[in-house]
């Protein structure tokens, strides 16, 4: 038996560009004993991994700049980041079978409220 040839595989890296900056992460944090990474892609898609028993969660929130602003501001940011935090967090008590309070059903009560209006209001623009 002779040997075996294998064709050459070209290498991939020297035809992919470099992209640099694209994702930062904003903090890691751990709740109820679960890694949660904060992270942001071009500076508006506000993305959270959770890793709840051995399983990951995804969530994301993508916020734009006012208009006329080609960025949004550290403190713009930074109320993101907390946003997409508080969802992580919700989404490690839900995992983890903890109960809700009132004030936290108060609150998921006006936020699907408001939702839905606006979800009524995007079918008529569409249509």
Known sequence: ?????????????????????????????????????????DGQIFQYFAI????????????????????????????AAALILTGATTTVDLQLGAKENKSTKDIIKTFEKGRKGFDKKRKKSVN
């Open 52 to 79: 709840i028993k051995k399983s990951l969660f995804f969530g994301y929130n993508v916020i734009t700049p006012r208009k006329g602003k080609t960025s949004l501001t550290e403190h713009e940011t930074n109320i």
């Open 1 to 41: 038996m002779g040997k075996l040839k294998l064709p050459k595989i070209p290498d991939l890296f020297k035809k992919s560009k470099k992209v640099e900056g694209r994702i930062k992460v904003l903090k890691v944090v751990y709740y109820r004993d679960c890694p949660i990474y904060l992270m942001v892609t």
